[in-house]
């Protein structure tokens, strides 16, 4: 009978023991010779300790979170341990609270490298504090929103209005009661403008006969007789003002032949 009371006493602290370990190596993580980096955040939802840092939202876990702690001026700062060295975090890599699936999963850290290819590039050293990414959040944005709504002034927003109402219904009214005078206006204007249009049209025809050597300009502008003659005396000008140029006294003495 005693060894049967043993024998459970025993079985009882040993599936206590087992429970225990079960819930201890369930909250311990392996840190091995990992590094550690402070992340602050205005706002973290429901981010809680143990959650994973996940490499570029790839479902590749490089660390966890340690600790949650408030900082003095009231920010929220995250520690994160950082498991695997080998991986590279250099400077202006992004650490955003994100969430699995559409919102309702647990929150994690997504961890996200400003280019694509980090070979040859040093991870941010150890201890270093971060900015963090804020994750969205409904409530903020809706107070933002009634924040924004006790700026504005309604009675000088109706007041503007008002007035924008009175000044279309002014420009309306000058419309209607000069509605004569702008149909006369316009017509008077298309009456100038088909004017002027005819205008250019028959200056276009006389321009087309010239060139094709109709009308008295037309013949002299064409005829061969009168480019032969204009030649000649522009060639005549030019012999007369050379000579005027090397003897001035020409213009009063007869020109002396050379024998």
Do not use: C, W
């Not at 900082?71 to 590279?88: M, Q, S």
């Not at 650490?95 to 280019?115: A, C, D, H, N, R």
């Not at 927003?157 to 004569?180: F, K």
């Not at 003659?229 to 006294?249: A, C, G, Y």
């Amino acid at each position: 009978m005693k060894n049967k009371v043993k024998l459970g006493v025993f079985f009882i602290i040993t599936f206590i023991i087992f429970i225990g370990a079960i819930i201890l190596l369930g909250k311990i993580k392996l840190k091995g010779d990992g590094y550690r980096l402070y992340v602050d955040y205005a706002f973290i939802g429901d981010l809680q300790e143990n959650g994973k840092v996940s490499y570029r939202g790839g479902g590749i876990q490089i660390g966890f979170i340690e600790k949650i702690s408030i900082n003095p001026d009231g920010t929220i700062r995250v520690t994160l341990f950082i498991t695997d060295k080998n991986v590279i975090l250099p400077e202006g890599t992004k650490f955003s609270i994100q969430t699995v699936g559409l919102g309702l999963g647990e929150k994690y850290i997504m961890v996200s490298p400003p280019v694509s290819t980090t070979t040859g590039m040093t991870s941010i050293p150890a201890g270093t504090v971060v900015k963090g990414v804020e994750p969205f959040s409904i409530e903020t944005t809706l107070g933002s929103i009634g924040d924004l709504g006790k700026d504005f002034n309604f009675d000088e927003i109706s007041r503007v209005l008002n007035n924008l109402s009175q000044t279309i219904d002014m420009i309306t009214e000058i419309i209607g009661t000069n509605e004569g005078n702008i149909r006369s206006s316009i017509s008077n204007v298309s009456e100038t403008l088909s004017y002027v249009n005819k205008i250019a049209r028959d200056l276009s025809y006389v321009v087309n006969d010239v060139e094709k050597g109709n009308g008295t300009i037309g013949a002299i502008i064409k005829d061969p007789q009168v480019h032969t003659n204009f030649n000649e005396i522009v060639n005549n000008l030019k012999v007369f003002s050379q000579k005027l140029k090397d003897n001035p006294s020409v213009l009063l003495f007869r020109e002396t032949e050379n024998k």
